[in-house]
């Protein structure tokens, strides 16, 4: 287990690279705490698995360092870093049995084997695999495979990260979230350091104490779920998580009112007058709609979703999306929107401004 | 739903079994007409039974054929099938030099059987050859015309430079289709590179390999071209292979009684032991080796 350090990190696949464009991984400096669980969340292409292959040691990085507990590892192989990694798709040695597959990586470094075979029950059990430990892997289910793979990934103790890279793509989903319960709780038990890759909100909010966002090529903002929720730092947090995402205007903001067109209406705190691209963000949880309050919008469509209602509104031009309780009833007299102040967020070109006061 | 009863139908099945009747069976048959007669000439035919094949098993001269038939195979796939895989494990992965390995591995396999023989009948001469010459300059005795044991140095060798490319393309297919990941878990798992080899890289090319093992047996078996136009059998018989034989039998003395119960029985072994591959490396594949 180790505190994990990236240091001034930026990585390009060219051999060359120019601007920053070349990078498919900006540079980055961040520390990751000794047995958190983070979730790398992005949309695909965005640098999460070209990060965590740093981190795995499969890649050596263009420039900057990487650091287990302060040891400088960035060139070491991945053998010497002792971390696990759990594939997309299920890597299992189809001609071993489930045992001889589970002790693999036990008898590589030299165990004897009765500290294998207690540790290949320990972690049979934990996956619920005790009663096929002598069969071939060979004919076994993409679940089961991935199950060992996982398996694989934790029966070393010692291990100072385990990395899963999109572990649960193949698998069905009432077994996702099985799996991802044990694996919660595996952290839980043994409070290894991992990284889950995901390029799915569900399974990274679920999974993880903090939530990294990466959006082409940067670490966007790490914060919890709730943090995520609440204070997207960046737009694209704002329409990546949160179903439907983040509603973003643009507007002019000028110490505690926000002008759309003309009109206008109450920020929660006070703001510098700002130049450049400035948006408003709210979340369509914090949109009310009503008949006299706030201000002139235009129901296109109400979508049940079942616990809620999602309500696709047309507001000077600009799509926005509004939730409403399932027992709300929508009016055709609903003709105004109102934002909750506390919640409305004021964007810079894509980041996030702190409001006066705020310590940012 | 009603079937139609319409025989008519048959006649479909007819082009295949008239094409399948003149290109295997109305020869074979004709053999094995051969086999069960004898004649004196003149193409008077006599009933013989089952005295040639009875012969035949008898004879010395075909067991000694089969014997350094098997002998061949033996040599071949045992140098052409590891030094494929080899081969196959060195080549670039990616990039033109993968594409400049696989033309130039192709080459052997577009040349003819006896364009391949001549190249290495005269490669080999100890008068004008490249080979030759050089080999007797370094005080090494070898003449493929005299000597049993150069001659079959000579047409293993060309046997191994004609054939091993069809081993390495195949192998290199199987390699090709391995993902990254299991390389990567593999490095994760710290196995080393024979455990690599022997629980990733050797299973995923099971399939392919058993066919080229496959494919080299039966067209090693059934050599002809490339020795005869080496040695001609010769010295003596030292390189006197099977089909080599039956065709001195049936072509040079005309014996055509032996010569076709003796192709019968060729035909049967190389049936037999083709089967017992395929059983045998199914079952292994099914197992997962």
Redesign the interface.
């Known amino acids: 287990m180790a505190k994990i350090t990236l240091d001034n990190l930026a990585h390009s696949y060219l051999p060359n690279p120019r601007g920053e464009e070349d990078f498919a991984l900006k540079q980055m400096t961040h520390d990751w705490q000794d047995g958190g669980a983070y979730a790398l969340l992005g949309s695909s292409g965005c640098g999460k698995s070209t990060l965590l292959n740093i981190i ?3 890649l050596i990085p263009s420039q900057g360092r990487v650091l287990f507990d302060g040891h400088d590892v960035t060139h070491a ?3 010497e870093r002792n ?3 759990v ?3 299920p ?1 299992v ?4 049995t489930v045992r001889d597959n589970l002790a ?2 036990l008898r ?2 030299g165990r004897d084997e009765t500290y294998v075979a207690e540790r290949v029950q320990e972690i049979a059990r934990m996956i619920g695999m005790e009663d096929q430990l002598r069969r ?3 004919g076994l289910t993409a679940d089961a495979k991935q199950k060992i ?1 996982l398996g ?1 990934g934790m029966v070393r103790k010692d291990v100072n990260a385990l990395l899963f890279d999109e572990p649960l793509t193949v698998i069905d989903p009432h077994m996702k979230w099985e799996l991802r319960t044990q694996l919660k709780k595996l952290h839980h038990d043994f409070g290894h350091t991992m990284i889950y890759v995901t390029h799915d909100q569900t399974e990274a909010l679920t999974f993880a104490d903090k939530v990294v966002v990466m959006y082409d090529g940067r670490v966007v903002q790490i914060g919890t779920p709730e943090e995520l929720f609440e204070r997207p730092e960046h737009t694209f947090v704002g329409y990546f998580i949160g179903s439907p995402g983040m509603n973003v205007i643009p507007a002019k903001v000028d110490g505690t009112r926000a002008y759309i067109n003309g009109s206008h209406f109450d920020l929660g705190a006070g703001y510098r007058a700002m130049e450049g691209k400035v948006e408003i963000g709210v979340r369509p949880e914090f949109a009310r709609l009503s008949t006299s309050e706030g201000l002139p919008v235009k129901v296109r469509r109400v979508e049940d979703a079942g616990r809620h209602k999602i309500i696709r509104a047309d507001f000077f031009g600009h799509d926005i999306n509004i939730v409403a309780g399932e027992d709300e009833s929508i009016g055709p007299d609903m003709t105004r929107v109102r934002f909750d102040p506390a919640h409305v967020n004021v964007y810079r070109d894509d980041w996030r401004v702190a409001p006066e006061g705020e310590a940012a | 739903m009603n079937k139609t009863v319409n025989h008519k139908a048959w006649f479909l099945v007819l082009p295949v079994l008239v094409l399948v009747a003149f290109s295997a069976v109305i020869p074979l048959m004709t053999v094995v007409n051969y086999s069960v007669q004898d004649t004196f000439g003149n193409n008077q035919f006599f009933w013989a039974g089952l005295e040639w094949f009875d012969e035949m098993l008898h004879s010395d001269r075909m067991w000694n054929a089969l014997g350094r038939q098997l002998m061949f195979s033996g040599i071949i796939l045992a140098i052409e099938v590891p030094l494929g895989i080899f081969v196959a494990l060195n080549m670039p992965k990616s990039g033109f030099w993968a594409s400049f390995c696989l033309v130039l591995m192709s080459l052997p396999l577009l040349i003819p059987w006896n364009v391949v023989g001549t190249i290495w009948q005269v490669f080999g001469r100890v008068d004008i050859g490249l080979l030759g010459r050089t080999l007797e300059s370094l005080g090494i005795d070898y003449n493929y015309t005299q000597s049993p044991l150069a001659a079959w140095v000579t047409i293993v060798v060309m046997d191994v430079w004609h054939w091993t490319s069809l081993v390495a393309l195949l192998a290199y297919a199987g390699l090709k289709s391995i ?1 990254d ?2 390389y ?2 593999a ?6 590179r024979w ?1 690599v080899f022997r ?2 890289e050797l ?1 995923k090319m099971a399939g392919v390999l058993m066919i080229a093992i496959l494919l080299r047996f039966m067209d090693s078996f059934m050599i002809y071209t490339e020795p005869f136009v080496v040695t001609g059998g010769g010295p003596g018989n030292a390189t006197t292979l099977l089909s080599i034989d039956l065709v001195k039998m049936a072509l040079g003395q005309f014996d055509l009684g032996p010569a076709a119960a003796f192709s019968i029985m060729y035909f049967l072994v190389i049936l037999l032991i083709s089967w017992v591959f395929y059983t045998v490396m199914t079952n292994l594949d099914k ?3």
């Open positions: 795995s040691g499969l192989p991945t053998a971390i696990a990694q594939f997309q798709f890597v040695y189809d001609t071993m693999f990586p590589n470094r071939k892997c060979s793979s694989r | 993902p990941a299991y990567q878990a490095k994760i798992d710290q196995a080393s455990k629980y990733i299973p197992k997962g080796m």
